[in-house]
């Protein structure tokens, strides 16, 4: 999918919170890749907290409504740093998840999870549905007042642990207690929808091995969304074709937009009307090599423990659907990119934001 910069390919953007010149070109993602059943942050560019950024990076400006103690004024960003990174990108992204529909990780660069939600956003607000950066869309996010980014001051709770190396294989896995974070950086990505990339971008001279209680760093807007305030879910909705979980509340008005990882043509998503049985936070993985196509069928099961890099993320949501579940993934960067063996993978955040709107009996639909 193409994506129309509409305002010129090489002009100056005056943000609402954000304001720069620059020169980018449109990004496709790369390749599906699931090779690894954890987060590998070491794949995070080497950006060192010492370098600054270049001629062409941003710079914060005020945004109207904003609290003060999140205002964040003049604040120099490495962003745009390199080919791919868009501003005007970085503000739909933004701006989709702050309103409930999710684009995956964050990273301020086109993919395909960012056309399709907004896609799905054009649908839902009498536009047309071109997944287009048109003149309509820009000029919403021109207007929009609630800033795209925020200085947030690191609690103690932020930069808990326990972090530690986890091993990529199953086996090796389920001898350890609990499947950590392996570096604090991994927990704020999740914390604020954000590729770790990008977090190093948008906090030049921030060294995040480092951080403190009382630090600020800029994120994205994403814990004041309107999004946050939406109440229980009555009808998820999943679909087949599209990769893709939406939400509704019992008037059927739409809630919420998830990209999703579904099962291929080995493990199909089972179409029909099912319920939610159950949601378990942090919930035990059993392997069970037998139902996986792509398993040695006379490997041994394993019992892994929980934890945020689990190969079924930080909660558990079950249905009445024997072996299927719809749950949350150590690599949100591969949402929609590849396949499950069968389940219903989205984002860590993804997942603990339906998680927390469902229960027992939601009805559940599998559409084509």
Not at 84 to 96: A, P, R, Y
Not at 258 to 266: I, R
Request: proline share 8%.
């Amino acid at each position: 999918m193409k994506m129309m910069l509409g305002r010129g390919f090489a002009t100056t953007m005056l943000m609402l919170l954000l304001g720069y010149t620059f020169t980018a070109a449109a990004q496709t993602p790369g390749a599906p890749s699931n090779a690894n059943p954890v987060a590998d942050v070491v794949e995070v560019p080497d950006i060192e907290p010492s370098e600054q950024p270049g001629p062409g990076a941003g710079r914060t400006v005020a945004a109207s409504n904003v609290p003060a103690n999140q205002a964040a004024v003049a604040r120099p960003i490495n962003f745009p740093r390199e080919q791919g990174d868009d501003m005007n990108v970085l503000k739909l992204q933004i701006f989709l998840d702050y309103h409930g529909y999710s684009v995956g990780e964050i990273d301020g660069r086109w993919g395909y999870n960012t056309g399709r939600a907004l896609i799905v956003y054009q649908k839902n607000n009498s536009l047309a549905p071109t997944g287009q950066m048109d003149d309509r869309i820009l000029a919403r996010l021109d207007g929009f007042s609630d800033a795209y980014l925020l200085s947030w001051t690191l609690s103690a709770e932020d930069l808990k642990g326990p972090f530690g190396f986890v091993p990529r294989d199953y086996y090796a896995q389920s001898k350890m207690k609990w499947l950590p974070y392996e570096e604090t950086i991994e927990k704020l990505g999740e914390l604020f929808h954000v590729s770790p990339t990008l977090l190093r971008k948008l906090n030049p001279g921030t060294d995040f091995s480092r951080l403190q209680a009382g630090q600020r760093i800029l994120v994205p807007n994403v814990a004041n969304g309107i999004d946050e305030q939406r109440g229980s879910v009555a009808l998820v909705r999943i679909s087949k074709h599209n990769k893709w979980t939406e939400a509704y509340d019992s008037a059927g008005r739409f809630m919420f937009y998830f990209p999703s990882t579904l099962g291929g043509e080995n493990d199909p998503l089972p179409l029909g009307t099912w319920a939610v049985t159950v949601v378990t936070p942090n919930p035990y993985f059993t392997l069970k090599p037998s139902l996986f196509w792509d398993h040695d069928k006379n490997d041994p099961e394993a019992l892994l423990p929980p934890g945020p890099n689990s190969p079924v993320g930080a909660v558990w949501i079950g249905t009445s659907r024997k072996s299927v579940g719809i749950h949350g993934t150590p690599n949100p960067g591969t949402i929609s990119r590849g396949e499950s063996h069968g389940c219903i993978r989205l984002t860590n955040w993804d997942a603990k934001q339906l998680s927390a709107r469902v229960k027992s009996g939601t009805k559940l639909e599998f559409i084509e």
